[in-house]
């Protein structure tokens, strides 16, 4: 019975999760020296924050957070082997996927501040996009170690949101990690909600000054994935299934 039951959760799963479905790239945006933005041949219904696995024969399948879902955009840093094959794709190129997984965004306030670190940007826009859409007025922080590094400046304002861009190394916006410079955004106005996504120190910083301004945080956080539907454990963190629950976390 247990088993019976067991099963019947796992083909449940294995339908939310859906078959890999092989999708062409139309389009490629080079973002950053190693960012580039793939383009796809596919629209899916999914919240900012879901995310989809992405799989090339002869790889395993890596989970990428959708920058956009009409149509589907992946932004993605080059940091190893399958994220150099993405990055050879060209238009034309076949790659599969599987999703929307996980649980995304939920847009709350009237003003809000996002703080992307690196590629860690990418579903932000896509929340600005909506929020935006509703008439939310967004602040967009992003942050990365150099100036050569910032993305999705233009992205951002073009949606209408305000940008703020911060770098370590001071050489564009102003000095300083994501979370001093967001301590310092949200010392300047009065803000119903902070998001974030990015490495994890940032998002515990992030989380510290939510608590700090009394306001609720949603994060999004990274973990080894590998099914991506609640089955293997992989992705356990602190007794949460992040490719479940996650990868948003809603803090206060
Ligand atoms: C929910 C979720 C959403 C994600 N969304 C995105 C996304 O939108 N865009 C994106 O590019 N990636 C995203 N990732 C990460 C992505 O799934 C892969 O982990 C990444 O592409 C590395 O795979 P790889 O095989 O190229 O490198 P790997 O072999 O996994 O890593 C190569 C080397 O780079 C290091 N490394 C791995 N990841 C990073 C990193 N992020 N920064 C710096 N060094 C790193 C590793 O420690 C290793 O030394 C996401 C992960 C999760 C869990
Ligand atoms: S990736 Fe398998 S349980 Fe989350």
Known sequence: MVDELMTRQADHRWEAGGQPRAVRVIRVVPESTRVKTLILDARVE????????????????????????????????????FSSALHALQPGDRLWIRGPLGHGFTIEGQ???????????????????QAIARGIQVTALTAARRAEDVLYVDRFRALGASVVIATEDGSAGERGRAPEVAAR????????????????????????L????????????????????????????EGVVLCLEGPVLRFG
């Open 46 to 81: 999914a919240q900012p924050g879901q995310f989809v696995m992405a799989w090339l024969p002869g790889y395993e399948e890596k989970p990428f957070s959708l920058a956009e879902a009409d149509p589907v955009a992946l932004t993605v840093a080059r940091v190893g082997p």
């Open 111 to 129: 003003r809000i501040l996002l703080v992307g670190g690196g590629y860690g940007v990418a579903p932000l826009a896509f929340l600005a996009r």
């Open 185 to 208: 955004v949200l010392r300047s106005g009065s803000y119903d909600a902070l998001y974030g996504c990015g490495p994890e120190g940032m998002l515990e910083g992030l989380r510290a």
């Open 210 to 237: 939510a608590t700090e301004f009394g306001i609720p945080a949603q994060l999004s956080y990274e973990a080894y994935m590998r099914c991506g539907i609640g089955l293997c454990g992989s992705c356990e963190r």
